[in-house]
């Protein structure tokens, strides 16, 4: 009875030594704080108007037009999902991110997942191959775009929106 006592009373005081305070106390063995990084010069001046700046103008992502696409899925080759599976990087809507396509079944088809994709791209979680054309599904399995070979190792479609889409590595 008087170990059980013992066990209890160690218990808590190993307990209560737990609940204590630890501040910094000068001298501790705590480091110093850091001096703040010098700053170089300040330069100050008026900045140009808006709209009249040396900048050349932002690139702009054209895909092709219905013509051309019509013109790509007519001479495109048939595809097989082994030469899909892997790293792509999708360009739409003026911006680029990467989508990996994998062969595990999913919703809509086949799992994908998307990486640094700040526009609708980021909603990308399934894709397909169907003939000629690379279909990308969205987690409910709607279509998000269908893309042709246009390239060695590229795709070029369009978006249910209508927006120009490209897949290349």
């Not at 000068?26 to 990084?37: D, E, K, M």
């Not at 990486?115 to 399995?141: E, H, N, P, T, Y």
């Not at 249910?160 to 290349?168: E, Y």
Request: aromatic share 6%; with cysteine.
């Amino acid at each position: 009875m008087r170990n059980g006592i013992a066990f209890v009373v160690l218990g808590a005081v190993i307990a209560l030594a737990g609940c204590q305070r630890t501040a910094y106390q000068p001298g501790s063995g705590q480091p110093a704080p850091l001096n703040p990084a010098p700053v170089g010069n300040i330069e100050s001046g008026q900045l140009a108007p808006a709209g009249q700046t040396d900048f050349p103008n932002a690139p702009t992502t054209t895909g092709p037009d219905e013509q051309q696409l019509a013109a790509v899925a007519a001479s495109a080759p048939e595809l097989t999902r082994d030469a899909m599976v892997g790293r792509w990087s999708i360009a739409t809507g003026g911006n680029s991110c990467d989508v990996f396509l994998a062969l595990t079944k999913w919703t809509g088809g086949y799992r994908a997942a998307s990486r640094g994709c700040s526009d609708q791209a980021s909603l990308i979680s399934a894709w397909d191959v169907q003939g000629k054309q690379v279909l990308l599904r969205d987690s409910s399995g709607n279509q998000f775009a269908s893309l042709y070979k246009s390239g060695d190792k590229r795709f070029d479609g369009t978006t249910a929106a209508g927006q120009p889409i490209s897949l290349s590595r």
